[in-house]
């Protein structure tokens, strides 16, 4: 028999041209193990004259900083120059979290009393 008539089998895309291709889930990922934050959005709301939201953030984070009192305020961090932002009355600014890991201690200039602490991990 030299080439006639022995084909081979149909795949299964091609007896089911209506299935979906392989499907693959998700890798599992691990909870409580330690794992650091994502460097996503986060958010310090500042509301009578004190520093409210987020304590620990990602390496390199967006922190939105939003002012719901009439007087400006500035998120500065205590030594160093990691970060210093002003936002005016009634504002709202970002900036950008450390990407070394660490405890930030911050203040505000205008306002002695007030003081928050960023941490990165």
Do not use: W
């Not at 922190?63 to 400006?72: A, C, K, L, S």
């Not at 970060?83 to 306002?111: K, L, M, Q, R, W």
């Amino acid at each position: 028999m030299s080439g006639s008539g022995t084909t081979a089998a149909p795949t299964l895309a091609e007896q089911f041209p209506s299935a979906p291709a392989a499907t693959t889930e998700p890798a599992p990922t691990a909870s409580g193990t330690g794992s650091t934050p994502a460097a996503g959005p986060a958010e310090i709301l500042i509301k009578d004259f004190r520093y409210q939201g987020e304590k620990t953030v990602g390496p390199g984070a967006e922190i939105t900083v939003t002012n719901q009192d009439r007087e400006p305020h500035t998120v500065t961090v205590d030594t160093g120059n990691a970060f210093d932002v002003t936002i005016t009355g009634s504002g709202t600014t970002t900036f950008t979290a450390p990407t070394e890991p660490g405890t930030y201690p911050y203040h505000c200039n205008f306002h002695g009393n007030m003081k928050g602490t960023l941490t990165v991990k």
